[in-house]
């Protein structure tokens, strides 16, 4: 069973800075892709960015310039470095691993979602 444990959110004021991370749990062989999406009150889950085993990444144009997916592939770690953060930058954030490979099986993976407010 794969696990995703997400930490570092919290409240931060606009203009400020978080750094989330994600660790994947398991009897991992390996991942290809880690990323992070957001979901706002109301709205659907949207990527923020994903960085491949190889280190290719993408952004959404609201990420681009301000934030930096980065990944530990000896780790099975990705974090996400959100800077000049914005109150519509406020949502909760989700880990997703896709196409982790284990001993026993292939799948993608979801975290429990950690909680991003940017205050005005």
């Known amino acids: 069973q794969v696990q995703l444990g997400e930490s570092g959110g919290g409240l931060v004021q606009a203009g400020g800075s978080l750094r989330l991370s994600c660790a994947a749990s398991?009897?991992?062989?390996?991942?290809?892709?880690m990323g992070w999406y957001r979901q706002a009150p109301g709205k659907q889950r949207e990527l923020v960015a994903y960085?491949?085993?190889?280190?290719?990444?993408n952004y959404a144009d609201s990420a681009k310039g301000r934030f930096t997916i980065s990944r530990d592939n000896a780790r099975n770690t990705v974090y996400l470095q959100m800077n000049s953060l914005k109150p519509e930058d406020t949502a909760v954030y989700y880990c997703?691993?896709?196409?982790?490979?284990?001993?026993?099986?292939?799948?993608?993976?979801w975290g429990q979602g950690t909680q991003v407010t940017v205050s005005s």
């Open positions: 398991g009897s991992i062989v390996s991942i290809d892709a």
């Open positions: 997703h691993a896709e196409n982790v490979i284990t001993t026993r099986a292939r799948g993608h993976y």
């Open positions: 960085i491949t085993s190889g280190g290719s990444t």
